[in-house]
């Protein structure tokens, strides 16, 4: 089956632009999470979404949003960027409370 | 609110030793406990995991043991090998999956 698709995998923005970032997750999951990884602080949850609705929300700031399609497809967007936003943002989908397929990720390059 | 904490944040092993990795969580409903591999430039990928009710599991080189009263879990690899070399991280819901702050595995030759 096809894995989770992140798109673009690799974009440069300057600072004060905004980004969105897409995961088509896999066929039949219905469970989307966000995450922000920089090499200091790990694997940071940003959101959760499920049946279009969001279900968790992690300690980001309001300038980073997100949604979810009636295809599960999700979209995050990052707006009024800061140098600090750069990162690998992962997306992962799955089944509800099951292991989370993650994609190969957006790097993100705020300049 | 929930927490995790891992340890060691770097870690090397002799090839063919053994590896511990150890997390600790804060929620007493947390009853799922996934651990992650990543290698350098690639996506995390579940590598075993773990319910609540049991106490072990293992899938061959790999075991991963729960205390659910100390609210602790572990990540055991034996015999390591090269290719073990990665960060690995922990995960605990129940709501949301909170990561660990992963571990840097280097296995000497």
């Known amino acids: 089956k096809a894995g989770v698709t992140q798109t673009p995998r690799y974009l440069i923005k300057t600072r004060g632009q905004q980004v969105t970032l897409s995961c088509s997750p896999i066929?039949?999951?219905?469970?989307v999470s966000w995450y922000q990884q920089t090499p200091g602080q790990g694997l940071q949850f940003l959101f959760e979404y499920f049946s279009e609705t969001q279900r968790n929300k992690g300690n980001f700031p309001g300038r980073f949003s997100g949604r979810q399609f009636s295809n599960s497809r999700s979209e995050m967007n990052v707006s009024t960027l800061e140098l600090g936003d750069s990162a690998l943002y992962l997306c992962?989908?799955?089944?509800?409370?099951?292991?989370?397929?993650f994609g190969e990720g957006s790097w993100l390059t705020v300049v | 609110g929930e927490n995790v904490e891992q340890h060691p944040s770097t870690l090397s092993v002799q090839e063919g030793d053994s590896a511990v990795i150890k997390c600790t969580y804060s929620d007493s409903a947390s009853n799922y406990f996934p651990w992650y591999k990543q290698e350098l430039g690639k996506r995390p990928q579940l590598i075993i995991d773990?319910?609540?009710?049991?106490g072990e599991k293992k899938d061959q080189r790999i075991a991963v043991t729960l205390n659910k009263t100390a609210k602790h879990f572990s990540l055991h690899i034996t015999e390591t090998q090269p290719e073990d070399s990665a960060v690995y991280f922990c995960?605990?819901?129940?709501?949301?999956?909170?990561f660990g702050t992963g571990t840097l595995l280097a296995i000497q030759p």
């Open positions: 992962a989908s799955s089944l509800i409370g099951g292991e989370r397929n």
């Open positions: 066929s039949g999951h219905r469970s």
């Open positions: 995960a605990a819901p129940p709501y949301k999956l909170i």
């Open positions: 773990i319910r609540s009710n049991v």
